[in-house]
Each structure stands twice: as structure tokens, then as C-alpha cells.
């Protein structure tokens, strides 16, 4: 069966510019997360998606940062005006339900040059 | 805020070793789960546990709540190349979903 699927694997852009990353969940998971870890470091959370609920964006790190999910499928993480310190890999997790085992995808690694 | 810290930070060791790592916190624990991560993927959840004492085991592994549901650890009993990775504590505490706060986790190297 198909886990957790992100894209794209690598992506390297120059400071500025607008980047959007692609998270596939496992097909019937209800609720998805974003996470951010830097290099060497934790996992920061960033938002989570629970169904049709109103997501909690709480960790988002600034107004250049956003997110959507249409229903219980894809979600987009959108970086705009990317600066350096945006650098990190974006991980994306899905669960049955809140409180049920995350599953994670092998994230996207982002190189602000 | 909730902290995690782990400790050690770096831990290289060779094959057959034991080795213990550990995960305080600065407040108590909702439910402590740890991960295992490799370069390049995902983080893999190992255990999930809720009862201050509790004790788990998996193969070689040996996972261990403290009685106050502050701290953590986790003991590798002969260790393998198969080990190495990155080891992630995290908490799901004060939301009604599985918002985690992970630790900075520990980096393990086990030499053939």
C-alpha cells in the first residue's frame, strides 16, 4: 500500500521566489500535518488539517507561509518571497484520525540559495 | 512553552555495544512517543507510552516512562549498523489532537 507521498523530493530556488510543496496522505486519513526540521534539529509543527474542521495554523512562522487542502485529499504548503532561513525539510504526516499514529513522509528538502 | 531536551546530543559507538538515550521535559508528558529517523526519510514511530513506570520493550530496544511522567529513556541492547539513525522523543500533550512537540533528538552512529 501507498504511504505518505511528497513532492517534489529536492527543490532549490533563489531567495524571493514563490515555492509550492505537494503532499499525497495515505488514502482515508483524516487528518494531516506539516512540519518543518532544520537541519540536525526536531521536528517544528506547522499546521493540521482535520476534514472539513477549520485548520489550526498556529505554528506557521510567518504571513508568507500558507496552506490548503481540498477535502480529505492533497495539500499544498505555499512559501512566498522565500528567504534563506526558510531552508529546512518540509515533512508532511497523516493519521486515521487526531490522536491516531502519524505517518510520515520523506519530506521535501528546500535549499534557499 | 513546552521543552524537550535529549541527551546525548551525539552518540557513536560500535557494534555490540549498549547504549541508553533520554528525553526530559519541562512540563509533564500528555503521551510520549519516539521515532526513528534515517537520512533521507521520514520519521518512523517506535512506541507510544501514556503510564508514569511503564516499561516497553521491542526486540532490542527498552523504553522507559518515568513514575512522574517527566522524563524518558531508551536502551538499545547490542547495538547494530541497522540502529544508526536519528532518535526523536515527542509529546502529543494539551490539544485534543496529535499536535506533537518533538525534542531536538540524538544522533546515533553504530560501526560495524
Known amino acids: 500500500g501507498a504511504g505518505v507521498s511528497q513532492s517534489p523530493s529536492n527543490k532549490v530556488t533563489e531567495k524571493g521566489k514563490d515555492v509550492e510543496l505537494r503532499c499525497d496522505p495515505i488514502s482515508g486519513h483524516t487528518a494531516l500535518y506539516w512540519y518543518r526540521q532544520r537541519l540536525g534539529q526536531g521536528l517544528e509543527f506547522l499546521i493540521y488539517?482535520?476534514?472539513?474542521?477549520?485548520?489550526?495554523k498556529s505554528g506557521l512562522p510567518s504571513d508568507r507561509f500558507s496552506a490548503e487542502r481540498t477535502g480529505e485529499s492533497v495539500s499544498t504548503l505555499t512559501i512566498q518571497r522565500t528567504q534563506q532561513e526558510d531552508s529546512a525539510v518540509y515533512l508532511c504526516?497523516?493519521?486515521?484520525?487526531?490522536?491516531?499514529?502519524?505517518?510520515f513522509g520523506d519530506g521535501t528538502r528546500l535549499s534557499i540559495l | 512553552t513546552q521543552l524537550l531536551e535529549q541527551s546525548p546530543q551525539f552518540l557513536s559507538i560500535q557494534e555490540g555495544e549498549n547504549l541508553t538515550v533520554y528525553c526530559n521535559s519541562s512540563s509533564v508528558f500528555s503521551s510520549l512517543q519516539w521515532y526513528r529517523q534515517e537520512p533521507g526519510e521520514g520519521p518512523v514511530l517506535l512506541v507510544t507510552?501514556?503510564?508514569?513506570?511503564e516499561v516497553k520493550k521491542l526486540k532490542r530496544l527498552t523504553f522507559q516512562f518515568g513514575d512522574a511522567r517527566k522524563d524518558s529513556s531508551l536502551h538499545i541492547t547490542a547495538a547494530q549498523p541497522g540502529d544508526t539513525g536519528l532518535y526523536l522523543c515527542?509529546?502529543?500533550?494539551?490539544?485534543?489532537?496529535?499536535?506533537?512537540?518533538f525534542g531536538q533528538g540524538t544522533i546515533l552512529t553504530v560501526h560495524p
Open positions: 488539517f482535520q476534514g472539513n474542521s477549520a485548520p489550526d
Open positions: 515527542a509529546d502529543a500533550g494539551g490539544t485534543s489532537y496529535g499536535k506533537l512537540t
Open positions: 507510552v501514556v503510564t508514569g513506570g
Open positions: 504526516a497523516s493519521s486515521l484520525a487526531g490522536l491516531r499514529a502519524q505517518h
